[in-house]
């Protein structure tokens, strides 16, 4: 992901974070729909920042390993 993932901001100017981001995605461990996160995390990131803008652009790039 590129920073402007966690620095995301709300209407109270809080960055989404490192901590968020990974509570994401350990909650979503056994999900093996990459894109399907994908989605979610775009809406959670929406939801979070409410009306405001996006200041700068969400790069997401993901891979999954079968072992």
Do not use: A
Not at 27 to 55: A, C, M, N, P, W
Request: aromatic share 14%; hydrophobic share 30%; glycine share 8%.
């Amino acid at each position: 992901y590129t920073d402007g993932v966690t620095e995301v901001e709300n209407e109270s100017g809080e960055d989404f974070g490192q901590f968020r981001l990974r509570e994401f995605f350990t909650s979503r461990i056994h999900e093996s729909d990459i894109r399907k996160q994908q989605q979610q995390l775009v809406d959670v990131l929406t939801s979070f920042k409410g009306t405001g803008d996006y200041t700068d652009d969400i790069t997401l790039l993901s891979c999954f390993f079968k072992g």
